[in-house]
Structures are given as C-alpha cells and as structure tokens.
Nanobody
Framework: VQLVESGGGLVQAGGSLRLSCAASGRTFSRNAMGWFRQAPGKEREFVATSSWSGGSTYYADSVKDRFTISRDNAKNTVYLQMISLKPEDTAVYYC??????????????????WGQGTQVTVSS
C-alpha cells in the first residue's frame, strides 16, 4: 500500500494550492482519509478529514473556511484545496488512510497508512 502526495510548492501569502494524494495497492473507498501537517520544530497536527463517502468532513479551526478536503473514490485519490494561504500554513503536508474507520478521524493514531509528505511554503 502506498500513498503519494503531490501539488506542494512555494506560493505567496493569499495564494492557493491543491494537494493530491493518490493511493495504490488497495482501495480506500470505504475508509476515512485525512490530511496532517508538520511545521519546522513543531509536532505533526491534524488539518482535515473526510468520511469514506466524502459526505462528512471536519477541519482544524486554523484552516476552517480556507481549506477543503474532497475525494474521488473512483480514482482512489483525496485532495486538499487550500486558499488564502498564510505563512503559518508552511509545513510538510501528509495524507493518511485509516483501515479501521469509515468516518472522519482527527487523531493520528486512528490512521494506518501515511504518505511521504509534500512541502508547502507560503512566503509573506
């Protein structure tokens, strides 16, 4: 099983990016997916999660109304659309998949597979 993130990069404050996470090795169409991030010198933190259908989503307060998680189960891919980016959004972003839950999860321990991460840098 492999999760591969893409779409990171350098963007100015106020800009937008769309991250993608493609899963291979098995389907996650019945599993919760999530995005987390880790800024330099900080612990990895929850960003957003989606239920298996995409019908239920949940966000960290710091990204609510700016980030949108979505998924295309036919493509085994989850996305994170980020707008109005701020310098404090700078971090390595990781996607994760849960084998145990279909509803969205915000705890890292609820996830079983992780991607390698993609760097997002927001300049001021």
């Amino acid at each position: 099983v492999q999760l591969v993130e893409s779409g990171g990069g350098l963007v100015q404050a106020g800009g937008s990016l769309r991250l993608s996470c493609a899963a291979s090795g098995r389907t996650f169409s019945r599993n919760a997916m999530g995005w987390f991030r880790q800024a330099p010198g900080k612990e990895r933190e929850f960003v957003a999660t989606s239920s298996w259908s995409g019908g239920s989503t949940y966000y960290a307060d710091s990204v609510k109304d700016r980030f949108t998680i979505s998924r295309d189960n036919a493509k085994n891919t989850v996305y994170l659309q980020m707008i109005s980016l701020k310098p404090e959004d700078t971090a390595v972003y990781y996607c994760a998949a849960s084998m145990r839950y279909g509803s969205g999860r915000s705890e890292q321990d609820d996830y079983d597979y992780w991607g390698q991460g993609t760097q997002v840098t927001v300049s001021s």
